[in-house]
């Protein structure tokens, strides 16, 4: 019901978005736009239309990081998980282990609204050190493609968590996100 009640009202607010972006030096007008955005996120908090990425900083182990990021978040008082996934590699496999429900406004990057408008996704592991290694990679290029053609999410929408706080190097200086939209983008052409 919520993902359809999502894709039913997702143009609208799209749209909204777009048309912000394009005003120019009409203050007045940015800022009707801008309350009309904010009165959208308020009667459709659910609605996620950017991608934020994270790395959790922690070398991944073989047991699941996702269970101790997740003890972590509920000890420092939040509802649920922070994110909306956690990929991780266990093993010779890498996962996307399902976090907070995606209706629900997240606890992972208060900067740009992005709890309200963006989803968060948490790559364990270290990525200051090194970049993501390929089986990771690839199991997050395929869920940032599946997520951007079901929710209308343009690659250019992904976003480093850096990208929204200047403090942060999240989601690590080896982690790239050029490559990352790169290779969403070349996903998603080959799809159409
Ligand atoms: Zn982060």
Redesign the pocket.
Known sequence: MCILEDMNTFDFRHAALNRTVSVEGNLKHALRELAEIEKIIREYPHIKHYIVT?HSLTADGETLSADNIYDNHRKKGYVDVGYDWIIEQIEHSAQVIVGRPMHMKGA??PQKKMNDIGFGICWVGNFNTAPPPDMLWRAGVKHYTDLCRTFNIPPTNILG?RDCNND?T??GDKFDMDRLINDVTKNLIKEV
């Open positions: 994270h992972h990057c968590h942060r999240c989601p």
